[in-house]
């Protein structure tokens, strides 16, 4: 990779990109903000690399104590791939260091699988009470449910991002009712809270149509770009840029700062559930 000519970068879709190139970035010199990738539990990996978007493993602080205190049995079966397999390994920490652990039955699937009956089976005979179907997508997740729902089992369901996503809830309707995510605060809303959000969020919706991705890429780009063309154009150190009360005023993502790794800072995850066919905030 040649970064001759290049002093600032955008973007970044996955963790995977992030930390693959993320040595050579800091090696040029170049300033990053991610919009969707995080380090996950790879804190320092490089200066002037801003990771906007909370880490995945986050939800899994949220997640597992709520789980934990309504279950003893629990189902968890984890996509191969390195998203969900973060949140399994903080899944199955936060378990290790639990004053009563739960009883779990885990189980992997390619993020190829289509068929998801041996799997379901399997937990069925182990009589389990709760299932966290840790998928990648929405597709994954949707065809998990619709196979359990076929065989007449219904454990309690949950997930990260995916079971209150616009799309799993059209796809799969009442069949989805109860579910329950950890994931993060309505991001959309939020931005629309003041006139710029409002303004950039209706553009969107006019030109692509309704946000029905499970995670809230768009405001965060937005933002990322917002913070990005502020230090640019006032001269001013992103780090501490966030500071400051002019610029998170009109923040599209709610008030958030960089730790000195520049991890973002004070935008945590929630629980909503899915009650006739919407995802509502979940008051424990």
């Not at 899994?60 to 949140?87: N, T």
């Not at 079971?163 to 579910?179: H, K, Q, T």
């Not at 994931?183 to 919706?205: E, F, Q």
């Amino acid at each position: 990779m040649n970064f001759d000519k290049v002093k600032y970068a955008l973007g970044f879709t996955c963790n995977g990109a992030l930390l693959a190139s993320a040595e050579l970035y800091a090696r040029a010199g170049v300033k990053i903000i991610t919009s969707s990738a995080t380090s996950g539990d790879v804190p320092d990996i490089g200066r002037n690399i801003y990771r906007l978007f909370p880490a995945d493993q986050g939800s899994i602080q949220v997640l597992y104590p709520y789980i934990a205190r309504r279950h003893k049995r629990v189902g968890v079966i984890s996509e191969d791939d390195a998203y969900a397999q973060l949140l399994k390994k903080h899944f199955d920490l936060a378990n290790e260091a639990a004053e009563k652990p739960l009883e779990l039955v885990t189980d992997d699937f390619s993020y190829q699988e289509t068929d998801f009956r041996a799997l379901l089976l399997k937990l069925k005979g182990k009589e389990i009470d709760a299932i966290f179907i840790n998928a990648a997508t929405d597709g994954t997740f949707t065809r998990a449910v619709k196979q359990m729902r076929q065989m007449n089992f219904s454990p309690h369901i949950y997930g990260v991002y995916v079971p209150v996503s616009d799309a799993s809830i059209g796809e799969l309707g009442s069949r989805l009712d109860g579910a329950i995510a950890a994931t993060l605060p309505d991001m959309v809303t939020i931005a629309g809270k003041n006139a710029l959000g409002k303004r950039l969020i209706d553009a969107y919706v006019a030109e692509f149509g309704a946000i029905k991705s499970p995670w809230p890429v768009v405001p965060f780009t937005m933002e990322a770009f917002r913070l990005f063309h502020s230090s640019l154009s006032g001269g001013k150190a992103i780090k501490d840029l966030v500071k400051t009360p002019e610029f998170m005023k009109d923040s599209l993502i709610g008030p958030y700062t960089f730790s000195k790794h520049g991890a973002a800072e004070g935008i945590r995850f929630v629980l909503r559930q899915v009650k006739g066919g919407k995802a509502v905030d979940l008051a424990d």
